[in-house]
């Protein structure tokens, strides 16, 4: 059993999509905070420095100018949540996060296995907006709404409202809606943990809408191969091979790829980002004013939430006096680039790398592939609770606490330090390389993993007691 925190959405009406004589008004209704027994959203206004906590925020109205592909991103945002890749059985539906700007609205959210991260980015130029506000809250995705997002056309007018607009839903004014859910730690930490592998990815592929159908419908359904399937590149098109080769991309559990499938008759293009050291992918629908980012973990099994490749950041200290300014800087803003943002703080990149990491892991804030930038948002989450829940840090520390840690030698400067450390183990003494083209350890767990899934607590306590020291 995973660990879960009891939580409360209350909702001030139902999100619903209904007929406004020959318009559609699509309402999505959004989390009203600490007041209904769970945390606050936020609805900074434009010019705040920090976010300011509204009962049911209301940032974001405007007609849709193209309503079917609208509809189409949201229900293929709502069909990841709803899906769940290993060990099928009991989900739950977990509502999406949605954060507005001046330039765009995201909603993000994860499949109920952890393995699978969806956004949906619309651009400004999707709406013609009436109020476009900054702040960050969850939305209540029910089923009738999802049903009613089929029935949408391009020919229908659509107008999107994110919040609750009281004075005009005179009809919704006295209707509260509560959704109690055993949420599960492991979603929220996965907001904290997808972001430590987007900026690794690299653009591979770039094909046609037509191409891109014709391999995705050419994927196998039903039950996920236990070995991985490799894509190349095949004339101006994709094809799949069980056979790795040089600029591929590897794949486990194609039917997850399935997702995309509804999609791709409106869309653009598609393209195929990868990391080769991580193995994991991301498949970036594209349209004239939107996109679908759809994000896989390198296995079925491994949720995103379960990884620590933020772990070695986190134990460090080189974000502590660059975090306060960084974060002070962030202000709503839907592009946020690190090199930039040292410049202007007068501050060194990796110090402000690291206390982007370091807020990422604090849910503040995100990172977009396409422009390279963070992003920031407030997760409508008690974070509190969740920051202390690093297994392999708390480890780490305690063993440097109980003197478990001693370093036999050193050599190199800080930038490219060299070290030998030996860390008491549960029965035997672990010896602890750290080097500057990575870190190694002789314990079970790293011979298992390698670096793949973040440092081993062993690793960490010798960085933690090598800083220490310094």
Same mark, same amino acid.
């Given at each position: ?161 994110? /919040?609750?607009?009281?004075? #005009? &839903?005179?009809?919704?004014?006295? !209707? *509260?809606?509560?959704?109690? +859910?055993?949420?599960? $730690? ?121 990884? /620590?490749?933020?772990?070695? #950041? &986190?134990?460090?200290?080189?974000? !502590? *006096?660059?975090?306060?300014? +960084?974060?002070?800087? $962030? ?134 007691? *090598?800083?220490?020291?310094?």
């Amino acid at each position: 059993m995973s660990a879960t925190l009891g939580y409360t959405y209350r909702y001030p009406f139902v999100s619903r999509l209904e007929r406004e004589g020959k318009a559609w008004g699509l309402r999505l209704a959004t989390f009203g905070g600490s007041s209904a027994g769970g945390v606050a959203g936020t609805s900074p206004s434009v010019d705040a420095q920090r976010p300011v906590v509204l009962p049911h925020p209301f940032f974001f109205e405007g007609r849709c100018r193209s309503p079917r592909m609208v509809a189409d991103l949201l229900l293929a945002l709502a069909n990841t949540v709803n899906s769940r890749f290993y060990l099928p059985g009991a989900w739950r539906m977990l509502d999406p996060v949605v954060t507005s700007s001046e330039e765009l609205l995201r909603l993000e959210g994860f499949s109920s296995c952890c393995g699978v991260y969806a956004r949906v980015d619309l651009s400004a130029d999707a709406f013609d907006s009436e109020i476009q506000g900054r702040g960050t809250t969850n939305v209540d995705f029910n089923a009738p709404m999802r049903a009613a997002l089929t029935q949408v056309r391009d020919s229908d007018e659509v107008k999107l409202s994110v /919040g609750a607009d009281e004075f #005009r &839903l005179t009809q919704s004014a006295g !209707e *509260i809606v509560e959704k109690k +859910v055993a949420l599960p $730690l492991r979603w929220i930490k996965g907001f904290t943990n997808v972001q430590a592998y987007l900026p690794a990815l690299q653009r591979r592929f770039e094909i046609n809408t037509a191409e891109a159908r014709r391999f995705v419908r050419s994927l196998p359904r039903g039950v996920a191969p236990k070995t991985p399937s490799f894509v190349q590149t095949l004339g101006n098109g994709l094809r799949l091979s069980q056979r790795d080769a040089k600029g591929s991309v590897r794949v486990m559990g194609t039917d997850r790829l399935k997702l995309l499938e509804p999609l791709l008759n409106q869309a653009k293009q598609l393209c195929v980002w990868y990391d080769d050291a991580s193995g994991t992918s991301a498949w970036e629908v594209v349209f004239e004013h939107g996109r679908f980012l759809l994000f896989l973990s390198p296995e079925i099994w491994r949720g995103f939430s379960g990884e /620590g490749q933020q772990l070695e #950041r &986190l134990a460090g200290k080189s974000w !502590e *006096i660059a975090l306060p300014y +960084v974060r002070d800087a $962030l202000c709503g803003k839907s592009r946020i680039d690190a090199a930039r943002l040292a410049s202007q703080l007068e501050l060194k990149l990796p110090e402000v790398d690291a206390a982007l990491a370091v807020l990422g892991s604090r849910g503040l804030v995100g990172y977009d592939i396409v422009s390279g930038c963070y992003f920031h948002r407030e997760l409508p989450f008690d974070m509190e609770k969740i920051e202390s829940l690093q297994p392999r840090l708390i480890a780490a520390r305690k063993l440097i606490a109980e003197k478990k840690v001693r370093v036999v030698q050193r050599t190199g400067t800080d930038d490219k330090l060299a070290a030998e450390v030996m860390v008491q183990g549960t029965d035997v003494e672990h010896r602890v390389r750290l080097l500057p083209d990575g870190d190694k350890c002789t314990c079970p767990w790293y011979s298992k993993h390698q670096n793949e899934r973040g440092p081993c607590k062993h690793i960490l306590a010798a960085r933690l007691l *090598i800083e220490e020291e310094s």
